[in-house]
């Protein structure tokens, strides 16, 4: 099978048609190898439309999702990123590539070993994989220009909120079963937030977090 050629229809085929047109985004997409990141049974499906498999109960994804929720937090570089969730690493490389460095949790130590070794092959040095659960996301470490959710969450608790930098924004696959949106928090004041409702999606729930927060706006 052509990988490469996998790739380029990912990009021209899923990618461009869900709105992701930043040229520099499509460019991380086009060369970032996914098979690396894909379990060796799956990796001729690594550029599908589709979820894969992790093991312990997780999957990768769909490529477009990543790739989208990586667009929308709209990185320019220089950005200190919380990604919760960490899978198998290929949207923590994703983050890494636009941005100045990643600290990435996950909760099942084996997928964060299989991550760790991903990232290193691929090349990413920007990116930090931590055993972690990541609903109390990483105040030691923040506040954060920008947090991103791997999976999805019936609400986002307030307490990943007030790690985000007044001016800095949070991406997360947000609702239950069938009905779920990507929506984008930004926060506006010191306790000032605002929130869009960006696409529709549907993730496997992330571990660990509660049915509902307190937080409303």
């Known amino acids: 099978m052509n990988l490469e050629k996998a790739r380029f229809n990912m990009v021209e085929q899923q990618i461009r048609p869900w709105m992701v047109l930043d ?14 990141f894909t379990p060796s049974a799956y990796r ?25 929720l990586m667009h ?13 969730g960490t899978g198998s690493g290929y949207l923590t490389a994703l983050l890494a590539a636009r941005a100045q460095e990643v600290l990435s949790l996950e909760v099942v130590e084996a997928l964060a070993q299989t991550a760790r070794a991903n990232l290193a092959a691929a090349g990413v040095h920007n990116a930090q994989v931590r055993v972690a659960d990541g609903h109390a ?12 959710l791997g999976g999805s969450v019936q609400e986002v608790p307030q307490v990943l909120l007030d790690q985000i930098k007044v ?28 929130s869009q409702s960006l696409w529709e999606a549907v993730l496997p729930p992330l571990q660990g977090f509660a049915q509902a927060s307190r937080f409303q706006f």
């Open 23 to 36: 040229p520099q985004v499509l460019h991380v997409l086009s060369t970032l190898a996914r098979e690396q």
């Open 167 to 194: 001016g800095g924004r949070l991406m997360a696959i947000v609702g239950s079963e069938i009905t779920m949106s990507a929506v984008r928090f930004e926060r506006t004041g010191q306790d000032q937030w605002s």
């Open 137 to 148: 996301g990483a105040a030691g470490d923040g506040p954060f220009d920008a947090i991103v």
């Open 72 to 84: 929308d937090l709209n990185l320019k570089g220089n950005e200190k990123v919380l990604e919760i």
């Open 44 to 68: 001729s499906l690594a550029y599908n439309d589709m979820e894969i498999p992790l093991g312990h109960g997780q999957t990768m994804g769909p490529p477009r999702i990543d790739a989208r």
